[in-house]
C-alpha cells in the first residue's frame, strides 16, 4: 500500500463518518414512523440502538459488543411469539448488515494499523473451508437454487470470517470482556424461558419453547462453573452458583433432549476438573465442600419445586416423558419427531448422489414425504455440510476443527493464567458440548451463534500464539 494511501485514510474516514452520521439519523426517523403503530417500547429500543451504533462507530472493539448483543440475546423473529413479553425479535435483514459493517469497521483499523497477517496452521484450514464455501456458493447460484435458501446457507457460514476479525484486531485481547458479556447474555436468556413458561403453562406437559438462543448457555455453564470452581471469593462463588442454577433451569425449559445429553456430559468433565484441580483442598475443606453441596441441592429441589408447583405438577411429567427417551435410546422408535427427521437425514444423503465431492451447492432443498414442505435444512450438522458442500467441504471444516480441539488440549499442558485457563477449557467443553448437539440440529453451521464461536476459537488461538 502506498504512503499516499495511508495517509488518505485519516481524511476518507471523516468524509465516511459524516456520511454514515447522517444515513443515521435517516434510519431512526424511519424506525420512528414504522414503530409509531407498535407503541413507544419499539420506538424506545430503536433509539437506544442508535445511540449505541453512534457511540460505537468506527471503533471495532465497542461495536463488536452491540453486534454481538443483538445476535444473543433476541430470539429469531419466528420465534418471537414464544416470548410474549420480548417485543423486538433478530431477523437477517438488520443482523447481516450490522455483521457487513463490522468487517467494515475492522478493515479500515487494518488499514490503519498496517496490520501483518501471518497465517498459521488454524487460519489456511479455515481459508480452505472457506473456499469451499465460496465453491458451493457459486454452484448453487448457477443452478437456479431459490435465493432466499441460497442466502440463508450463505450468511450463516460466513459468519465464520469472525475469527479473522477478532484474532487481528484488539478483541483477541478481551477474552474475559467477551466470555463474561456472553454469560451474562445467557443468564438473561435463561430468565426469559423462565417468564414464558409461566405464560403458556400446559395441560399435562410443558408446552415446549422454542428458541435457538438458549444454545449460547453451552458456552456460559461450563465458563462460569469454572470460574466458581476457580475463585476464592465467597461472593463470586455465590453469584455464580445463582448464575449457573438459572442457566440449568432454561437448559430443562428449552426441552432439548440432546442439550440435556450434552450438559450432563459436561457437568460430569467439570466434576473431574474441580476433583484434579483442587483435590487437596478438598481433603482441608470436606466439610464447606458437603455445605456447598447440600445447600445447591437443597437450592435446585427448591426451584423444581416452585416451578413445578406453579404449573401445576407439569413439570415432573416433562422431564419424565422426554428423560426416558433420553436415557433409553431404544423408545426413539416410539417418537414420530426423531423419525421424520432421521427419513430427511437419510432423503439429503440420497440426494446426493453423484455430486458426493462438492455436494448439491448452498441453497439446494427437498420436498420430503414426511412432512410435505419444502426445507433446506436438515437436523444434523454433519449431513448439512454433507449435502451442501461435499466431502470437500465436510473435510476442511472437520479439520479446522480437530487441529483447534488438539491446539486447546496442547495449550492446557502450559502455565496459564486463571483467566486463560477458565476460556481455554470452557471453550473446549462447549464444543464437546455443540457437536453432541450438532447431531440432532445445525448449531454449528446454520445459527447465527456462528458469530460467537467464531470469537471463542480466535481467543483461543490468540492464548496459543502467547506461548508458541
Known sequence: MSPYIINTIPETKKHIGFLIFLGIILIQTVFIIIFAYYGLIPILLSAIFTFLFVYTFLSVKRYYFLVCLYFSIFPAMYYLSNFPDIPVGFVWYIGYPLFLLLIFYWMIHIMENKYILSLTTLDVLLILFGSSLFLSAALGYLKGYDREYWLYDFMNLSLYITYFVVLYSPLKNMGKQIFG??????????????????????????????????HLSQLAFPYIALNMIYTRNKLKKFIFAIAILLIFVGIIISQQRAMWGSTFVMTFILAIIAFYRIHLWLKLHIVKIITAAVIIFIGLTGLFFVVNTSTQGQLYTTLISRGLILFNPVLLKFDESAKVRMHEISDAIDDTKNEFLIGKGLGASLVTRWRFVRHSVVDNSFVFLYWKMGLWGLFT?????????????????????????????????????????????????????????ATMIAIVESIARKYD
Open 181 to 214: 458479556f456472553i454469560s451474562v447474555c445467557a443468564v438473561i436468556i435463561s430468565l426469559q424461558f423462565l417468564d414464558a413458561i409461566f405464560k403458556f403453562g400446559g395441560i399435562v406437559i410443558l408446552t415446549r419453547i422454542v428458541s435457538e438462543h438458549i
Open 397 to 453: 471444516f472437520l479439520s479446522f476443527y480437530l487441529y483447534f480441539f488438539l491446539r486447546g488440549w496442547r495449550l492446557l499442558k502450559k502455565k496459564l493464567s486463571l483467566d486463560e485457563r477458565c476460556i481455554v477449557e470452557s471453550s473446549l467443553l462447549n464444543f464437546l458440548g455443540l457437536f453432541i448437539i450438532a447431531l440432532t440440529n445445525v448449531c454449528i453451521v446454520h445459527y447465527r451463534f456462528i458469530l460467537i464461536w
